[in-house]
C-alpha cells in the first residue's frame, strides 16, 4: 500500500496563476482532509470531506476549492493564486470508525511569488 | 473555541537527556488527545494517543497521560537519541462530533549527539 500519496512535491507559481493539488490515499477511507502549514501556526484545516460526495469548510477555507472526484481522491484548487497562500499543503485521510486516526501524505511545498 | 497549547520551541537536548514536550488544551466535553510527529522532510505521523481520562499513551518510549484534572497532556521520553530530532504536534478532537483535528503550533526538538 502506498497510504496517502500527493502530487506535486514542489511548485512555483506567479500570483493569479491557477493549480489542483492532488491527493489519493489506497486506504478505502472515508474521511480526507486538506491542511496547510505554516511556520509558528501549527497546521490549519482548509477543508475536509466526510464521505465521497460531500465537503465541508475548515478553518481558513478562503481561496480554496476542494473535489472529492470519489473514494480514492481528493483536489485542492487555487483559482487565483496569492503570496499568503505560501505554505506547506497536507492531504490526510482516515477511516471514520471509532478512534481512528489521520495518515498523511508527504506534503507540497507550495511558493508563490 | 477549542484550542491547544504547547511549550515554545525550540528544544536542544544531549543524547540521553530526559524530554518533556509541555501540551495543555482547551475544550468543552471530553476530546481524544494526539501526538503526532513529523521528521524532517515527511508528513505527520501519529506518535500515540489516548482517548479518555487517565489514559497512557506510548510508543517508542515515549509517553503521555491524560490529565482532565490539569487539562494536559504532557509527552515524556527518559532519554532521547539523535533520531528523535523532529517536530512534535499535539493535537485534539471529539469523539463523536467533529471529525477536525485541533493542532498545537508544534515543538522542534534537535538531540545532539
Known amino acids: 500500500n502506498a497510504g496517502v500519496t500527493q502530487t506535486p512535491k514542489f511548485q512555483v507559481l506567479k500570483t493569479g496563476q491557477s493549480m489542483t493539488l492532488q491527493c489519493a490515499q489506497d486506504?478505502?477511507?472515508?474521511?480526507m482532509y486538506w491542511y496547510r502549514q505554516d511556520p509558528g501556526m501549527g497546521l490549519r484545516l482548509i477543508y475536509y470531506s466526510a464521505s465521497e460526495g460531500t465537503t465541508d469548510k475548515g478553518e481558513v477555507p478562503n481561496g480554496y476549492n476542494v473535489s472529492r472526484l470519489n473514494k480514492r481522491e481528493f483536489s485542492l484548487r487555487l483559482e487565483s493564486a496569492a503570496p499568503s497562500q505560501t505554505s506547506v499543503y497536507f492531504c490526510a485521510s482516515r477511516e471514520t470508525r471509532s478512534y481512528n486516526e489521520q495518515f498523511f501524505g508527504p506534503g507540497t511545498r507550495l511558493t508563490v511569488l | 473555541g477549542d484550542s491547544v497549547t504547547q511549550m515554545e520551541g525550540p528544544v536542544t537536548l544531549s543524547e540521553e537527556a530526559f524530554l518533556t514536550i509541555n501540551c495543555t488544551y482547551t475544550a468543552t466535553g471530553y476530546p481524544s488527545l494526539f501526538w503526532y510527529v513529523q521528521y524532517p522532510g515527511e508528513g505527520l505521523q501519529l506518535l500515540l494517543k489516548?482517548?479518555?481520562?487517565?489514559d497512557k499513551g506510548s510508543n517508542k518510549g515515549f509517553e503521555a497521560t491524560y490529565r482532565k484534572e490539569t487539562t494536559s497532556f504532557h509527552l515524556e521520553k527518559g532519554s532521547v537519541q539523535v533520531s528523535d530530532s523532529a517536530v512534535y504536534f499535539c493535537a485534539l478532537r471529539f469523539q463523536g462530533g467533529s471529525e477536525k483535528l485541533v493542532f498545537g503550533k508544534g515543538t522542534k526538538l534537535t538531540v545532539n549527539p
Open positions: 489516548a482517548t479518555k481520562a487517565d
Open positions: 486506504m478505502n477511507h472515508n474521511s
